[in-house]
Every structure is written in C-alpha cells, then in structure tokens.
Nanobody, 119 residues
Framework: QVRLVESGGGLVQAGDSLRLSCAAS????????MGWFRQAPSKEREFIAA????????YYDDFVKGRFTISRDSAKNTAYLEMNSLKPEDTAVYYC????????????WGQGTQVTVSS
C-alpha cells in the first residue's frame, strides 16, 4: 500500500510560481506511475500530468501548455509539480496519486494541498 503526502501549496499572486511535492512511502517501487490532479470548487477532479516511475516519461493534459512540469526523485520517493505563470483559474486543491500498473487506475490519493492564486 502506497501512502502519499502532498505539500507546497499556498496563496500566491497571478504570475507567480509554486513547486508542489508528493512524498511516497510504502510500496513505492511497485508503482508504475505517479500523477497530479486538481479539483476546483464545484468542479470535477481533473488530470494534470503523470510520470512513469521507471524511465521518467511524462504526460500532460493540454491545458498545461508548458506552464507545469512534472518530475520525480527516485532516491527520495518524491514526485514534484513545478507550476509557473500561475493564473487565478489554477486555484484548486492539488492531489497526487499512484498508478500501480499500466492496467490499473490511479489510486492511493493523498490528502491534497490547497493552491490559491489571487489576481
């Protein structure tokens, strides 16, 4: 069982940057991929990006448009989401999740970290 803890959220102004961290413990090495998602008030949770734990291949939703970068540090069992040029519409709770294998959905959700972008 993988346990995930997000951190790094906060209140920033439009145009600022933030780096979110997702520390994993437990069966990390059995995870196929790690992903970042977000959920804004009154909206469904949406996919942002994912990274394969082995090899580091990355995948992004189109709305990211080069502003966000996902990475991981295998030695620290930690995934990151670097967010630049933040906009008020990026305000949401950001979650990370683990995908145990290519055939299984993301799960083991963290508790989330709040990101608030003021205009």
């Amino acid at each position: 069982q993988v346990r995930l803890v997000e951190s790094g959220g906060g209140l920033v102004q439009a145009g600022d940057s933030l780096r979110l961290s997702c520390a994993a413990s437990g069966s990390t090495f059995s995870s196929y991929a790690m992903g970042w998602f977000r959920q804004a008030p009154s909206k469904e949770r949406e996919f942002i990006a994912a990274i394969r734990w082995s090899g580091g291949s990355t995948y992004y939703d189109d709305f990211v448009k080069g502003r966000f970068t996902i990475s991981r540090d295998s030695a620290k069992n930690t995934a990151y989401l670097e967010m630049n040029s933040l906009k008020p519409e990026d305000t949401a709770v950001y979650y990370c999740a683990a995908q145990p294998s290519i055939a299984t959905p993301f799960g083991s959700w963290g508790q989330g970290t709040q990101v608030t972008v003021s205009s």
